[in-house]
């Protein structure tokens, strides 16, 4: 069975950093390309980022040079790491695994508050 | 980067009905590249759709998917219950890669 569990999620100072984990089981992250999508508070789906199986990266350009996605293939995992955090980063982080270019499974989602 | 706009922005209906949902692009959308999500609250989005007319696995054949071009529409024959929830359209653009999604439809019960 396909899982994705997002972790790491919480309150963060404006300017600060943030690494969202995503825990995958049931297939294998390094052959598959994966993504994150956020949504903020009451509103709609963002896509902020991609990985590819060959380990190409592609980011919104909300979030480029602000946000990194990478993946550690020995733990199944793949990550964001978010810096220079601002109130407009508040939102839900989902963690989706990309195939046919749509997104077919969900983790439940991470909750990120940058605020004072 | 192509706009989708999602229309209308509320649908009441009752169960039993059905609904019409629509996706329009501000450019062409490679068909194969489009897909439909459901989003109950407090959930994750759920695929239902891609390619624009395929079905993902386990969504009930009363969800249908069609249109090419910049208009696409997502159909739900003979409303359930468990059916009233917002409805996201989504496409991919290839140089650079990315994706975008439509600010979605709330299908709300009359």
Redesign the interface.
């Known amino acids: 069975e396909v899982q994705l569990v997002e972790s790491g999620g919480g309150l963060i100072q404006p300017g600060g950093s943030l690494r969202l984990s995503c825990a995958a089981s049931g297939f294998t992250v390094s052959s598959n390309y994966m993504s994150w999508v956020r949504q903020a508070p009451g509103k709609g789906l963002e896509w902020v980022s991609l990985i590819y199986s060959s380990g190409n990266t592609y980011y919104a350009d909300s979030v480029k040079g602000q946000f990194t996605i990478s993946r550690d293939n020995s733990k199944n995992t793949v990550y964001l790491q978010m810096n220079s955090l601002r109130a407009e980063d508040t939102a839900v982080y989902y963690c989706a695994r990309v195939i046919r270019q749509n997104f077919d499974y969900w983790g439940q989602g991470v909750l990120v508050t940058v605020s004072p | 980067e192509i706009v989708l706009t999602q229309s209308p922005g509320t649908l009441s209906l009752s169960p039993g009905e059905r609904a019409t949902l629509s996706c329009r692009a501000s450019q062409s959308v490679t068909s194969?590249?489009l897909?439909w999500?459901q989003?109950k609250p407090g959930q994750?989005?759920?695929?239902l759709i891609?390619?624009a007319s395929s079905r993902?696995t386990g969504v009930p054949d009363r969800f249908s998917g069609s249109g090419s071009g910049t208009d696409f529409t997502l159909t739900i024959t003979r409303l359930e219950p468990e059916d009233f929830a917002v409805y996201?359209c989504?496409q991919?653009g290839g140089s650079?890669?990315?994706?975008?999604?439509?600010?979605?439809t709330k299908l709300e019960i009359k």
């Not at chain 2, 650079?96 to 979605?104: D, I, K, L, V």
Request: glycine fraction near 20%; proline fraction near 12%; aromatic fraction near 30%.
């Open positions: 194969g590249y897909a999500y989003q994750a989005p759920r695929l891609y390619g993902a996201y989504q991919y650079p890669p990315g994706y975008t999604f439509g600010r979605g």
